[in-house]
């Protein structure tokens, strides 16, 4: 018995030894994204040395920057949600809505592009906002909820739309995600500076504000986070809301580069957002995860994705593929303990 105590006291009064060089590394690859940015390197490497066309035709790199700026967008509100410790299944429903409108309210109703986008944010958001209000005043799953709301938003889009996919967003809103857009005189989709500096707002409200410090608060442990006062209701319905809105913006400039809208629009993103959202380092409740990280994620997806289309291979293939880096991204991030239980 004496010997358990002074075992325990000798634990408790004596530092630790210090943590192996694998450990060290272990630590360094899960605090920082620098892992995705040599892989994004490397990937880039690969897809000009497989496509030197991509060095003699700035076009090329133009396009996977705007399919990686879409990308992004769309998985904005996806890497608040997961932060928070939950999972949107609605992002489907929400692009193909923005989708619908962007097509069929501009060139059949009339509507102006503000108007559109009013439209698009005030019905995402505040669907969004039930979602979330709804999942933490009854303490219901988040996949079960979003799921259904996603089906729900799909069909209310063909209903509304009477089945009929033949509008074109106006031109007003193609030139603002096509690759002959210019920003500022440059030859530049203007989307995609438009992610930059939602990326950038997103990035200080996160690092700079009370509130991005309430959502990580909320995410790490809700119980804590309500004992501080902290209103985690307020907390969920603002960051569904969020996912509403940035994900039914997304569907408008992704209707806008493919001058269209189907009924299964949407459905690419759903896959593709999470996994440039768990590609890039952000786990659910985490307190490293942020757009930086997403955002470089979709970028790997798009490059790795442009890769795996040029070497032929099929759709279930490039599915295969992305399985295999999520699961090692698993592997790498979530062995790390929950903050939770570090105390």
Known sequence: MTDTLTDVTRSLT????????????????????????????????????????????????????????????????????????GLDLAIAGYVTFGAMIASNATSRLGWPVPVALLVVLVVCASVGAGVGWLCHRFRIEPLVITLGVGTMLTGGSMFIANGDYNGQPPQELRSFAQLNGTTFGLPVPPVILIVLILGVLLWVSLAKTPAGRRLYATGVNPRAA?????????????????????????????????????????????????????????????????????????MILTVLSTIIVSQGLTEAQTRIVYGLIILGVVALYGRDRHVRDRF
């Open 14 to 85: 004596q530092p630790p030894p210090p943590p192996s060089g694998a450990m060290r590394f272990r630590r360094w690859a899960v605090e920082t994204p620098l892992i995705q940015l040599v892989i994004l390197i490397a990937l880039v490497a690969v897809l000009v040395t497989l496509i030197p066309a991509f060095i003699a035709r700035p076009q090329a790199g133009l396009a996977v920057l705007t399919l990686a700026a879409l990308l992004a967008l769309a998985a904005m509100g996806q890497t608040l949600v997961v932060i928070l410790g």
């Open 226 to 298: 309500r004992l501080t006062r902290i209103n985690t209701t307020l907390v969920w319905s603002a960051v569904f809301a969020a996912s509403g809105a940035l994900a039914g913006t997304a569907g408008m400039f992704i209707a806008a580069f493919g001058a269209g809208w189907s009924q299964s629009i949407g459905d690419p993103y759903l896959f593709s957002g999470l996994a440039a959202v768990l590609v890039g380092g952000t786990t659910f409740g985490s307190v490293r995860g942020g757009f930086t990280r997403t955002a470089i994620g979709a």
